[in-house]
């Protein structure tokens, strides 16, 4: 029952619906978690066609804004759903510099050596079992704690355990996402254009599948599942 329970909790990210995009990117439609934010409060560092998406994941990043990081990549800034993703490029062996973090209070990016983060509250994570949410004051997180439980930890403390946890919730995850995969193939040959265009990432996928209309009416969790397909396939 444990590791059923661990894995509902650490794949609740890859599970939940990614927001719908239309050409605006002004609407969400779906019921929202606990981590998205109006699309007006939303703030998006990385560039690209594909910058509404985790480079790492490819999950949407308004629909998990209370748990983004962003940091410079090897001089290029990313946006990651999560600290989990943000731990997946510390391991890669690029450089990874000027990190960030979304202030809870203000839904601003703030330095985290500036953050306070609260990690174990009853609020839903992001690709973690842990929850890990960060605010601009001490009085702010240990209120948040209050309410909702978990410790007040600083950058280096939450980092430390994401990357103790990391190895255990990746391997969970990539048996999900296969499972996803599966579901996406056969959604591609169903309700999808036939192409033969090969991606670096899942958010890649996505974002072309979008620009060019490649499955109309495609979203969501389906998105999610197509993307993954085409990524992996």
């Known amino acids: 029952m444990k590791k059923i329970a661990l894995a509902t909790l650490l794949i609740s990210g890859v599970l939940l619906a990614q927001m719908p995009m239309s050409n605006s990117h002004k609407e969400m439609k779906m019921p929202m978690p606990y981590q998205a934010v109006p699309f007006n409060k939303v703030e998006i560092l990385q560039d690209g066609e594909a910058k509404y998406f985790c480079p790492k994941c490819g999950m949407s990043l308004p629909m998990f804004y209370k748990t983004n990081h962003a940091a410079k990549v090897d001089g290029k800034m990313q946006q990651f759903c999560s600290m989990h993703c943000l731990v997946e490029a510390l391991n890669s062996g690029a450089k990874v510099t000027d990190i960030q973090v979304v202030d809870n209070s203000t839904l601003k990016f703030i330095p985290v050596e500036k953050a306070f983060y609260v990690v174990g509250s009853k609020k839903a994570g992001t690709m973690t079992k842990l929850s890990k949410y960060a605010f601009g004051t001490k009085e702010a997180a240990q209120k948040f704690a209050k309410e909702y ?68 009416d495609v979203k969501g969790k389906a998105l999610q599942a197509v993307g993954l397909y085409l990524y992996k396939r």
């Not at 439980?149 to 990357?163: M, P, Q, S, T």
């Not at 499972?179 to 974002?207: L, N, P, R, T, W």
Request: charged share 35%; glycine share 4%.
């Open 149 to 216: 439980g978990g410790k007040v930890l600083n950058f280096d403390e939450a980092l430390k355990i994401a990357k103790e946890d990391f190895n255990k919730e990746q391997k969970m995850i990539a048996m999900k996402q296969a499972k996803m995969a599966q579901k996406g193939e056969m959604i591609y040959h169903k309700k999808c254009k036939e192409i033969k265009k090969k991606f670096d990432s899942v958010a890649q996928a996505k974002a072309y599948i979008q620009a060019n209309n490649i499955c109309p």
